[in-house]
């Protein structure tokens, strides 16, 4: 019986520690460093707006990216966490950007943080003509005399079943 009740006190202040070892971690927030950056969406166009969220970085701090002008993050209540949105600039080249935070004087890097894709030219839809080209009027007079044909042999044929 001893060994169980040795066992149950043991257990109890395994618990204890470990439930308080976060607490005092959390009061002392100037020893936190920054961790883990996430961009969402980790792939985007150019003038899209990325949201970096940052673990460990209690006060608030800063982000910066060849992509995007510097952006403030700011806290997020009751936790060790910050965030902030940046917009991505409309020349930003395509590829793999790194975002580096600076939290409490502390910076880190993450290195291949997201991905930056060519936009799609709007408007046109790549055109470089207006109105129908020779190539489109063809393929819709053919389209047209098709019609034609096919609905005068549907007349003709509704027409010699009735006569019979």
């Known amino acids: 019986m001893s060994t169980h009740r040795a066992l149950a006190v043991s257990a109890a202040a395994v618990a204890a520690l470990g439930l308080a070892a976060p607490v005092a971690v959390a009061r002392d927030g100037m020893n936190i460093s920054p961790s883990n950056i996430v961009?969402?969406?980790?792939?985007?166009?150019?003038?899209?707006?990325?949201?970096?969220t940052v673990d460990g970085c209690p006060a608030g701090g800063t982000a910066t990216s060849e992509a995007f002008p510097s952006t403030p993050l700011t806290p997020v209540r009751n936790t060790n966490t910050a965030r902030g949105t940046a917009t991505v600039n409309r020349n930003a080249r395509t590829g793999s950007h790194s975002i580096t935070v600076n939290c409490n004087g502390k910076t880190l890097t993450n290195p291949a943080a997201f991905t930056v894709i060519g936009g799609v030219q709007g408007g046109l839809g790549g055109s470089n003509s207006?109105?129908?080209t020779p190539t489109d009027m063809a393929i819709g007079g053919g389209l047209v005399?098709?019609?034609?044909?096919?609905?005068?042999?549907?007349?003709?044929?509704?027409?010699?079943?009735?006569?019979?």
Not at 145 to 164: I, N
């Open 145 to 164: 005399a098709a019609a034609v044909v096919a609905g005068g042999v549907f007349w003709l044929r509704r027409r010699s079943e009735k006569q019979l």
């Open 130 to 132: 207006s109105g129908a």
């Open 39 to 52: 961009a969402l969406p980790s792939v985007i166009a150019r003038g899209g707006q990325l949201t970096i």
